[in-house]
Nanobody
Framework: QVQLVESGGGLVQAGGSLRLSCVAS????????MGWFRQAPGKEREFVAA?????SYADSVKGRFTIAKNTVYLQMNSLKPEDTAVYYCAATPLVTLTPIDYDYWGQGTQVTVSS
């Protein structure tokens, strides 16, 4: 079993930065694919970034967001109002970017970007 706890969300102005962190416990997560997803009100949960032995990013965040696995974090720069969402850390033993394939989820952290 894996427990994931996110932190670092908040309110930021457009163009600003935030760093989200995800603390994992309960299982050696070095063998897991770690991902970040987000869900805005009225929208489906969408992929943001993932890391295993390589990294993957959604087109909408490429060049602005960086994911790393030492205490899994998501560095978010040049934030836009459309980045406003609840951000979730997730883990899976599969090589996948699909939310349904992730077995373990954190509780989510709110990110709000004002214009």
């Amino acid at each position: 079993q894996v427990q994931l706890v996110e932190s670092g969300g908040g309110l930021v102005q457009a163009g600003g930065s935030l760093r989200l962190s995800c603390v994992a416990s309960g299982r050696t997560f070095s063998n897991l694919v770690m991902g970040w997803f987000r869900q805005a009100p009225g929208k489906e949960r969408e992929f943001v970034a993932a890391i295993s032995w390589s990294t993957s990013y959604a087109d909408s965040v490429k060049g602005r967001f960086t994911i790393a696995k030492n205490t899994v974090y998501l560095q978010m720069n040049s934030l836009k109002p459309e980045d406003t969402a609840v951000y979730y850390c997730a883990a899976t033993p599969l090589v996948t970017l699909t939310p349904i394939d992730y077995d373990y989820w954190g509780q989510g952290t709110q990110v709000t970007v004002s214009s």
